[in-house]
Nanobody
Framework: QVRLVESGGGLVQAGGSLRLSCAAS????????MGWYRQAPGKQRELVAQITNGGSTNYADSVKGRFTISRDNAKNTVYLQMNSLKPEDTALYYC?????????WGQGTQVTVSS
């Protein structure tokens, strides 16, 4: 069983920054890839960024150059540093992992960017 808990969301003005955290329970963290997803009202959930257990990363085109995903295996935590935020980044942000044929999602943290 894996439990994911996100934090760090909030209200920020356009051009500002936020850092999201996702703390994972369980002993499998080092072995799994982690991802950040987001869902805006009326839109489908979309991938924002992923990081493999080896530290390789990939990003959605819309956030490249602005967002950075990282992980701290000692703390069982994955981060999403978000800079130069835009109103279109407003969404509920989730972290996700996949292990032993099971999808695990956190409860989400709201990010709101005002113009």
């Amino acid at each position: 069983q894996v439990r994911l808990v996100e934090s760090g969301g909030g209200l920020v003005q356009a051009g500002g920054s936020l850092r999201l955290s996702c703390a994972a329970s369980g002993s499998i963290f080092r072995a799994v890839a982690m991802g950040w997803y987001r869902q805006a009202p009326g839109k489908q959930r979309e991938l924002v960024a992923q990081i493999t257990n080896g530290g390789s990363t990939n990003y959605a085109d819309s956030v490249k150059g602005r967002f950075t995903i990282s992980r701290d295996n000692a703390k069982n935590t994955v981060y999403l540093q978000m800079n130069s935020l835009k109103p279109e980044d407003t969404a509920l942000y989730y972290c996700r992992t996949f292990w032993s044929s099971t999808d695990y999602w956190g409860q989400g943290t709201q990010v709101t960017v005002s113009s």
